[in-house]
Nanobody, 127 residues
């Protein structure tokens, strides 16, 4: 079992920055692919970014590429997403998720590929 706890959300102005953290517990947590997803009111949960267990492979949604950076510190069992140049359309509840399944191709972006989810943290970007 893997448990995930997000932190770092808040209210920020357009153009500002936030860093979200996802702390994982569990014996094999450091080997899992971890992804960040977000869900705005009335919309489906969507992929934001993901990182491989070793941290060598990353994937980003087109909407955040160049603005967000995902990273991990396996010694601390924590995955981060640094969010810069935030826009009002980035407003959502952000969730981290983990999977021990083989992840390749479209599985990176697929909500169904991830077995463990955090409780979410709210990010609000004011215009």
């Amino acid at each position: 079992q893997v448990q995930l706890v997000e932190s770092g959300g808040g209210l920020v102005q357009t153009g500002g920055s936030l860093r979200l953290s996802c702390a994982a517990t569990g014996r094999t947590a450091s080997s899992y692919v971890v992804g960040w997803f977000r869900q705005a009111p009335g919309k489906e949960r969507e992929f934001v970014a993901a990182i491989s267990g070793g941290g060598h492979i990353t994937n980003y949604a087109h909407s955040v590429k160049g603005r967000f950076t995902i990273s991990r510190d396996n010694a601390k069992n924590t995955v981060y997403v640094q969010m810069n140049s935030l826009k009002p359309e980035d407003t959502a509840v952000y969730y981290c998720a983990a999977t021990g399944r083989p992840t390749y191709g479209s599985r990176w972006y697929d909500v169904e590929n991830y077995d463990y989810w955090g409780q979410g943290t709210q990010v609000t970007v004011s215009s």
